[in-house]
Nanobody, 122 residues
Framework: QVQLVESGGGLVQAGGSLRLSCAAS????????MGWFRQAPGKEREFVAA????????DAADSVKGRFTISRDNAKNTVYLQMTALKPEDTAVYYC???????????????WGQGTQVTVSS
């Protein structure tokens, strides 16, 4: 029902910045909480950041807090992840996810994008 498409991934040097975008389908985007997750090879998918449907509530994982910022533009049906001070440990496939209603800070989301690769070189 809800389709999500991530973009903006790529190769960046340590200390650099990158902005990821997630475009959502449908006319009810403003009713969905949105989250960003990542998965490195051989590791489980982990929570990165999330934002409530209205944008009034946000949270981020301790590993990225202070470096990554999540935001959304409901008029454009898009959520963003601004990443700064990138580290090699941030290398992973980054996934956008959506759930109807209240924001949660876990992997229990209903809809997922295909992911975009972020590689941070040392």
């Amino acid at each position: 029902q809800v389709q999500l498409v991530e973009s903006g991934g790529g190769l960046v040097q340590a200390g650099g910045s990158l902005r990821l975008s997630c475009a959502a389908s449908g006319r009810t985007f403003s009713n969905y909480a949105m989250g960003w997750f990542r998965q490195a090879p051989g590791k489980e998918r982990e929570f990165v950041a999330a934002i409530s449907s209205s944008g009034d509530l946000t949270d981020a994982a301790d590993s990225v807090k202070g470096r990554f910022t999540i935001s959304r533009d409901n008029a454009k049906n898009t959520v963003y992840l601004q990443m700064t001070a990138l580290k090699p440990e941030d290398t992973a496939v980054y996934y956008c996810a959506a759930r109807y209603g209240r924001v949660i800070y876990s992997t229990l989301y209903d809809y997922w994008g295909q992911g975009t690769q972020v590689t941070v070189s040392s």
